[in-house]
């Protein structure tokens, strides 16, 4: 068993930067390609970014590219989000999530009925 715990949001301005964890206790980290999601009031969830499971390969979204960077340290057993150049429009809980498949999905990494294992959510709020 797998648990995920995300960590690291809070309260930063426009402009500003955050980075957030994602620590991962049970089973073998380096076994799952990971993603961070995330999620406003009363919008769907939607895709923030993926990586593969040695942490080679990764895929954004349009409205982070180039803002966000989505790294992982297995030896740590910890995903992180690194993000820069903060807007309103940022502003949702992040969760991070785990697909077991063995090839990493690449651009197919958005949709989120892939991830078996979710982790608790993180509050990121961005003021203007």
């Known amino acids: 068993q797998v648990e995920l715990v995300a960590s690291g949001g809070g309260l930063v301005q426009a402009g500003g930067s955050l980075r957030l964890s994602c620590a991962a206790s049970?089973?073998?980290?380096?076994?799952?390609?990971m993603a961070w999601f995330r999620q406003a009031p009363e919008k769907e969830r939607e895709f923030v970014a993926s990586?593969?499971?040695?942490?080679?390969?990764?895929y954004y979204a349009d409205s982070v590219e180039g803002r966000f960077t989505i790294s992982r340290d297995n030896a740590k057993n910890t995903l992180y989000l690194q993000m820069n150049n903060l807007n309103s429009e940022d502003t949702a809980v992040y969760s991070c999530?785990?697909?077991?498949?063995?090839?990493?999905?690449?651009?197919?990494?958005?949709?989120?009925?892939?991830?078996?294992?979710w982790g608790q959510g993180t509050q990121v709020t961005v003021s203007s």
């Open positions: 990586i593969s499971k040695l942490g080679s390969r990764a």
């Open positions: 999530a785990a697909d077991l498949a063995p090839v990493y999905r690449g651009s197919y990494s958005t949709s989120s009925f892939y991830y078996t294992l």
């Open positions: 049970g089973g073998t980290f380096s076994s799952y390609q």
